[in-house]
C-alpha cells in the first residue's frame, strides 16, 4: 500500500515535468518522463496483444489483428529512446539566441534560423499539438514543426519561442 501512495506522489510530481536549463544564450529543453513512460507501457500492452492474439489465433481476422499489434514495436522502440534521453538529460529542443536547434531521430540536428522565421504557432494534427514554425518566405521554405510532441506544456514554450523571436528581431534594428 505505502508504495502505491509513493508512486502516486512520484507521478503527480512528474505529470507536467519539463525542466529547462537557463543559460546567457541557450535554454535547453528536454522529453516528459510521464509521456515517454506512458508511450512505453502503451505500446508494450498493444505488442503483447499482438502477441497473445498471434499465438491463438483461430482465424485470420485475429492474425491480421496480431500483426497490427506487433507494429507498435516502433512506438515501444521510440519511446524507449526519449525515456533515456530524458533520463540522460540529452536535450531535444536547444533555444539560442538566434536560432531554434531541433534533435529529430533521424536527420540528427536540424537548425531553423530566427532571420527565416515570421512566428510560431501552436497546431493540432491528429489530435496531437505541435510547435508549428512559419517562415518568411513560404515558396521556398514550407512550414516544419518542432519535435515537441513528447514536451509537457507546448504553449509556454510556443510563446517562449515567440519572445525569443521578437528579442531577436529587437536586437537586429
Same mark, same amino acid.
Given at each position: 500500500?505505502?508504495?502505491?501512495?509513493?508512486?502516486?506522489?512520484?507521478? #503527480?510530481?512528474?505529470?507536467d515535468?519539463?525542466? %529547462?536549463?537557463?543559460m546567457?544564450?541557450?535554454i535547453?529543453?528536454y522529453p516528459?518522463? $510521464?509521456? =515517454?513512460?506512458?508511450? %512505453?507501457?502503451? @505500446?508494450?500492452?498493444?505488442?503483447?496483444?499482438?502477441?497473445?492474439l498471434?499465438?491463438?489465433?483461430? =482465424?485470420?481476422?485475429m492474425?491480421?489483428?496480431?500483426?497490427?499489434?506487433?507494429?507498435?514495436?516502433? +512506438?515501444? @522502440?521510440?519511446g524507449?529512446?526519449?525515456?533515456?534521453?530524458?533520463?540522460m538529460?540529452? $536535450?531535444?529542443?536547444?533555444?539560442?539566441?538566434?536560432?531554434?536547434?531541433?534533435? #529529430?531521430? =533521424?536527420?540528427?540536428?536540424? #537548425?531553423?534560423?530566427?532571420?527565416?522565421?515570421?512566428?510560431?504557432t501552436?497546431a493540432?494534427? +491528429?489530435?496531437?499539438?505541435?510547435?508549428?514554425?512559419?517562415?518568411?518566405?513560404?515558396?521556398?521554405? $514550407?512550414?516544419?514543426?518542432? &519535435?515537441?510532441?513528447?514536451?509537457?506544456?507546448?504553449?509556454?514554450?510556443?510563446?517562449?519561442? &515567440?519572445?525569443?523571436?521578437?528579442?531577436y528581431?529587437?536586437?537586429?534594428?
Open positions: 500500500m505505502k508504495m502505491w501512495i509513493f508512486l502516486a506522489r512520484l507521478i #503527480t510530481k512528474l505529470r515535468f519539463v525542466v %529547462t536549463l537557463r546567457a544564450s541557450q535547453n529543453i516528459s518522463i $510521464p509521456k =515517454s513512460l506512458l508511450l %512505453t507501457l502503451g @505500446c508494450s500492452a498493444f505488442v503483447l496483444m499482438g502477441c497473445i498471434l499465438k491463438n489465433a483461430d =482465424s485470420y481476422k492474425i491480421i489483428v496480431g500483426i497490427c499489434g506487433l507494429a507498435f514495436i516502433i +512506438g515501444v @522502440c521510440v524507449i529512446y526519449a525515456l533515456c534521453s530524458a533520463l538529460r540529452k $536535450p531535444i529542443i536547444r533555444i539560442h539566441k538566434d536560432r531554434v536547434e531541433n534533435h #529529430t531521430i =533521424s536527420k540528427r540536428w536540424q #537548425t531553423i534560423y530566427f532571420c527565416d522565421v515570421e512566428f510560431f501552436e493540432k494534427v +491528429g489530435g496531437v499539438k505541435i510547435i508549428q514554425v512559419h517562415f518568411l518566405d513560404n515558396a521556398q521554405n $514550407p512550414d516544419k514543426s518542432l &519535435n515537441s510532441s513528447l514536451i509537457a506544456n507546448k504553449s509556454e514554450m510556443c510563446d517562449m519561442l &515567440n519572445q525569443r523571436l521578437e528579442r528581431y529587437e536586437d537586429e534594428r
